[in-house]
Every structure is written in C-alpha cells, then in structure tokens.
C-alpha cells in the first residue's frame, strides 16, 4: 500500500471503521473493550478520543493500527485504510504499512524509546529500512528530523542515550521517529501524559504544526478534555466501550448532549474557580467490561438517569447538525433532564453525581 | 491499561498452581532411591563383589540377561547389584553434605543477614573467598588430603556447600528483617532470638526448600565428579567409581557399554528428580510469595 | 576510577586469602617431607635416612615456621618460580610443567565457552519468542535433560557414540599433531563441557528477553514496521544481556572443572588432568601452583565481568 492511494483532495475518509468490536479472552470471561465504535478521519483531521481508563480508547487506537496480538483477541467489524480492509490482515503485510502509511506516538517517552540505542539510531533505522536510505544519508536526515521538532543542537544529540535527554525532548525524539517516514496517519496515544505541564503545550504546538505542515490525520486519545480543546477538530467520547457522544469539537464545548460529557466537562479544573472549592469528580468505577451493566453503561454514575436508561441502551442518535451524534435518552437541555437538575439543586451536596 | 497486558499462551500457566504429576514422579523415585540406600542389606541381591564366571558363556563381560539384569562386568560382578549399592554411597554422601551445608551455612547466612555489622563483613567475605575457587577444584584439593571415608567426604563437600547456602540465607533474611512484622514483634518486647525462630525462619524456609533439592543434585553431582577421579570414598562403590570402571578403556567401552550405562542412568534419573522436584517446588512457591 | 581501583585491590585481596588458605591446607594437612622422600621421612633411627631428612629440610624450607615457608614460596610465585615437583626424578621445575600444560586447558576453556555462548544466543532468541508453544515446551525440557547429566557422564557417552560407534572423532590427543587437527580433537571434550553450560545460559537469556519484550520500547519497534528477527536482534538482545554476561563469567569456574573432567577422560595432558595426577601422586608444589593459578584466573575473570557491566550499559558508564 503506497501514499498515492489516498489523494490530498479527496473527501473519502483515510481512515474509517465501522461497528468495531475488540474483545479480549480471559480468564474471568470475554472484556468488551471496544464494543462497536463506528469512526471516520479524513485527510487532514484530527481526531480526540477521551474517555476515562478502562474507556477503551486505547484499544480503539491499537485496534485501527493492527498492533493487538493475535491470540485471546476477537475482532469484529471492519477497518478500512485508504479504501481498503485491513482488519485482517496479517502483521507481515501490516508492517510495510507501519512507518510510511501509519506511526504512533506513546504516552512515556522514557520507556518506548530503546534505552541502550542512540536516538539518532531509532531514527534512522525506520528511514533506512521503508526508505532505502544509507546509512550517511539517514543520518543527515534524522539531523534534519530533529531540528524540526525542535530539538536543540541537533547533531550532538543525535548520538546520546535516551536517559541523557529531558522529558520533553525525548518525547520530540518520539515524534521525530514517528514522522519520520512521511506517514498519512498518526495516533498519538496520551502523548503528553508523562510531561510537565509546562511542556506539554510545547508538545502539542508542535504535533498541531507538524500535521497541518503535512497535511496529515491524527487520532488523539486522551483522558484530558482541557488537552482536545485547542488540538482537534472534532472529539469523540467513549465510555465503556463506545462513542457516547461524537461532535466538532467547539460543538461539543457548546452543546453537550450526553451527561457523561458534561459531567467531564466538569471536572475541568478552571482558573475562575474559588481557591479550595472541591473538585467535582465522577463518582463510581467504570463498568464491567466482563460483565456490563444492561442498558447505559453509564446510568449506575448518572445524576440523570431514569427506568428506561437502566432498561434500554441508548442508540447513537444525531443532534441538531449531522455532524453532532450522541447516545442518551435524557440528554442535556430535555425536560427530565432540567427536572432532576431542579431536585439535585434542593440537596445540599455540590457534586453532580448521586451523593 | 489492563487490557494490554493480557498475553496469548502465557508461560506455564496451569502449572504454577499446582506441584504438578512430574513432581509426584519425582518424588516417588527419590524415595525408590532413599529406600534402596537405607534397605540395601535386606535387600534380596548377589553380592556386589563375588565374580560370577559362567564357563558357558566365554569370558565376561557378559551382556544383561535374565540372571544378571543389567549384565556384567570384565570380572563378572553383577552389575545390577553394584549399582544398587552404588545408589547407598552417593545419595548418602549428597544427602549428608547439603544437610550439613544448610546447617552450618544457614545458620551464618540468617545470623549474618540479622545482625548485620562486622560479623556480616566477615562471612561475607569467607564466603567470597570460598566461592573464589571453582568448586570441584577445591574438592579435589580437600579429599586429596584427608582420609577419605563416608564421613570426611561428605563433610567436604558440605563444607562448599556453605557458601552458596549461606548466601541466600542471608539475602532472604535481610529481605524479611526489614518487613513490618518483625518490627512489629521488637514492639512487644520480642528477644533477638525469639524473633529470628518465629519470625524470619519460617519465612526463610521456603526459598531454601527447593534451595535443598537443587543443592543435594549438585553434591550427588560433586560425589559423582570425584569418585569418577578416583576421591571418594575409598573402597567403596560408587556411581561414579563404577562409570569410570566402565569407560576406563575404549575397549572395554567398546564391547560392554552396559558397565558404564547403567550407572549413568540411575545417576541421571536421580539427578533430574532432585533438580525437576527442586525446580517446581520453586515454581510453586514463588506464585504464592507474589500473591501475597 | 575509584571504582576500578576498589575492585583491583579486593581482587588482590582475595588471591592473597586463597593463596594462604591452600597453602596452610597442604602443610598441614599434608606432609610434605613424605612426599619428598616417601617412608624414608618416618624412620628417624636410621642415621642415613636422618641426614637425607635433614638435607632435604634444608633444600625445602621444611624446617622453617609456616608462615616463613609461605612467604618463601608467595615471593618465588609471585616471579614466576613455582618450585620443583616433587615427585619426579630429577625434580624438573613446575613452572615448565604448566606452561607446556596451560595452553591446552586454555584452548579447551575457551572453546567449551565459546560454543556454549554461540548456541545459547540463537536458541535463547528462538524460544523467547516461541514462549509457550510446543517447541519452546519441547526445548526446555531438552534443556532439563541436559542439565541433569553431569559432564562426566555425557563425556562418557558422547566419546561412545561419537569416537567409538561413529568413528568421526579421535580416541586420543596427540600432542605432536598439527594445530587444526589439535583444535579437531579437542571439539568433542569442549562440546561435553559447553553443551550443559550452553542450556544454563540459555535457559537464563530467554527469560531475560521474554522479559524485555514486554516493554514499551519494542512496540514502539514494531510501529517502525520492522520485522521480527530485527526486533529481537537490534532492539530485545542488547538490553537482555545484564545478568547473561555475568553468568558468563561466573561459569567460567564451573567450565574450569569441567575441564578437569574432560580432559582425564579424552586423555588431553592440559592443567586438570595434571590437577588430579598430582593430587594422586601427593605432588604439593605442582597442586598449589594449579590451585593458585585457576583461582587467580577466576578472580580476574569476575574483575573483568564488573568492569564489561559498563560497555554493555551505557547507563552505568557515569
């Protein structure tokens, strides 16, 4: 599979995946970690995947890159990349695509890179295998590749360990090999996570700059909401296993649906907050993904939740534009909703969740 | 993360839970073994020493037959029978010195790992030095120089028993000396000593449980290297002693390979018991100390 | 360099006790005028018998306090004068015994290792990542096997299947042989010998690796798009190789007895056959210089698997 399959102009989604189901086998029962997500990314777009551990987001990105290992784990559904299925196909054919067509980035720096490997090497050796470069040529490339994520006195770092950079810097070395290759698509997994959060806008700046100067794809799993705001053009929110709630993302900074949702909205800490006041939190773990709960998986946490949401899961249903989707029976700005509002705010606990 | 870490086929899953059927075989020929060993007199064998010459079968050796079940050798001694006898000397002499070795190493490496301080320096370093040699050529060196009887051979070896044991002994009790518990005993007022046999030998025990069986394995292994030299225990009959009879010419390794073979195997179904048995109990034990 | 200098001078420290303690052992333990003169050193009414006594006393240091005699023998050692063997007419030094010898037993040490690391590697790398299907089930039994047979033994039947059924090896050691045909005979006593240590190595490298491949940084690797062998090559062997290299060295001791054993029964004339001879023989001067010289190497070699700690992890270099 080779770049010209996906055309810059076309409006085809690069990648797309339809009712994609991930279970695990183990020991206690089949884990439902990704149970049916139905996602697209075109060309150019990023998309922020947030959702609390256990969500499933993870698996969602290790799901559409072809990384989970094959036994103990089920796949259903289809993944299509450029047009074509990739489901299943088999790691070798997969890892030409690893590299030109796809990268990811991980959350700790520290321990993905190679620790007794010369990061100018971890380099390199990506360009030296899928681009047939020398190993002079790699090198001066590499220099080049770490210039541009911004790393200072490039040459000289070429040849260190990665214990003998900073944090950030190792995770620009990250970036660095991941974009290597020239790929279409990346995933970038918590990749600011394990970083101070001085650095970790550095990072995204410069993750926002690669993808527009490249024209590439993003999917960003994160459990940070404050991260997606400013970094993706449309967030989806998992919960459980699936997408509660799809939308661009300004959409659903404005117009929340899905309580989940606002309630993690929520718990954003903010500046405007009086020093001391509590955080709000979730109250509750998440499901089951052995055994979930029937109905909404989130209704056994939900301030809102009625009969029918123990009863019935909520289909994916669109909100006022098409683009906007999201999977709730009671969802915020309906009547019930607004009526249950009315009786929490009698109580005198100031968390949203079931005191 | 949970969901990542669930690897396909992991190692030996099933076994750890359980000792497993390959230990009970173990088991039950080691105590062949030990009860051969200790029986032996009553035992309704020929005698390891007569020479059965049979005018109509030529010269010995002879091959194994239903008279002589594992054959002959060149002075048509009953095979079969000398290494019966063989089993009392070598398991004895095994059993004997990783006793003596746990004793002794033990009860420096758990003192030392207690009290800590100059004593530990010094065991320390005898046990550097003592481990400085590799083990057979200091055995050679001690057996050489002595009388060699059932005795003073398995002291010896003993003797280079100590440091291994000793060692983690030490390493075991330091790892438990510093837990809660025993701190938690001091409170009550605990003595030392009350201390180390309630609380840090029970414990210790456990790691040196398989410690035993894969320690006896290496001293029937040391006995076997020194008998097939000539320095074990004079006179008597030894698997090792035996094999080196048995290949001491290519000849006579040549026409009877049975002299040697049979030894040979009892030795190695004897060693891997104690190692596979060793090795499980490890196993078995090692998953409980993570559960905890 | 403190830490170099730390380690030389316990190093030294250590051959200083062994040295003491071997010979306190034969000295006491032993008795040296015996051995020189066989029973002419018990009868002390003969008067012949007590001048030969007296003279040999003299030439040997023997009337000397024991720690004079050692400090006698520590500065001889030390210049490379291992004394006389006793027990040959003539008494011909033993510093020409073991250099003639010395290179034999080196020569088969260093291929019994070699052979042992070269198989261990592969094998570790093919059943780290196999773990757990039937091959890997199948090779660490194998591997059990191996271990449970001591060298003895397997030199016992690999020179009855190899040399004497199959005819591919020699029976014996010619010494005056040239160097490849040596070398030749010299594989089947080094296979005896590395073939256990090779299953020891083994069985520690690949848990090591299926360690190290649980890591991050190898998923980061398989992002690349590299392929399985480069994997494991270039990214899960290096980092797994900590504990390897120190076993390496430690087992240099093990090889070092097994060379004993090796060489009494392919008849190979190196330093372990000659251990036992003068063991048998009570032949002292030569039995303190090999003890001496096999702890020394011992010791220096576990010096050396500190210090190559610091090539193979950049990150203890500080």
Redesign the interface.
Known sequence: MSSHVTDESSTEPLIETVGLRTH???PRGI?R?VDGVTVQIRRGQSLGVVGE??S?K??LS?SM?G?L????VIREGSIRYGGIEIQHRSPKQM??????E???V?Q?PM???????KVGKQVT??LQ??LGMSSSEAMAVAEKAFRDVGIPEAARRLNQ?P?ELSGGMRQRV?IA??LACGPNMLFADEPTTALDVTVQAQILDLLSAQIKDRHMSMLLVTHNLGVVAGYTDEIAVMYGGKVVERAPTKALFSNVKMPYTEALLQSIPRLSHASHSRLAVIPGRPPD?VDPPAGCRFAPRCAYARDLCRREEPELIQAESPDHTFACHFPVGSPEYHERREELSRMPAPLLGRP | MTAEKITSGSDDHGAKKKLGIGFWLCVIWLTIMACVALFIPFLPLKSPTSNFVDATQGRPPYAPSWTHWFGTDKDARDVFSRTLHGARISLTVGFTAITAGFVVGGTIGVISGYFRGWLDRISSFVFVVLLSFPSLVLAILLTSLIERSLLTVSLVLGLLSIAPVGRLARAATIQYADREFVLAARQIGSKDHQIILKEILPNVAIPMSSLALLGMAVAVVAEGGLAFLGLSVEKGITWGGLIQLGSDSSRTLEDAPWISFFPILMLFLTVLSLNFAGDRLRAFFDVKEAAL | MRFYGQRVALAILLLLAVSMLTFGALNVLGDPLFNVLGPVAGDVNNPDSIKMIEAAKREFSLDRPLPVRYAIWLSDFVRGDFGVTFSSTGQPPVSGVISERLPRTFTLVAMAQLIAVFVSIPWALITASRAGKISDRISTLNAFFLLAMPNFALAVILKFVFSIKLGWTPLTYVGNDPLGSRLFQMLLPALTIGLPVAAVYQRLLRTDIITTLQQDFILLARTKGLSRSRILIAHALRPSLFSFVTVVGLNTGALIGGSIVAETVFRIPGIGSTLVESVLRNDFPVVLAIVMIVASSFVIINLFVDFAYTLIDPRVRK
């Open positions: 695990f086998i183990t884990a970690a551990s256990g499933g993870t698996v290790r890159m990384l290992p094959r036994n103990g890892r030409r695509v690893w590299g030109p796809m990268a990811m991980f700790d321990t993905s890179l190679n620790p007794v490997m050796e990506s295998l899928h360990f214990h990250m090999i991941a993904l």
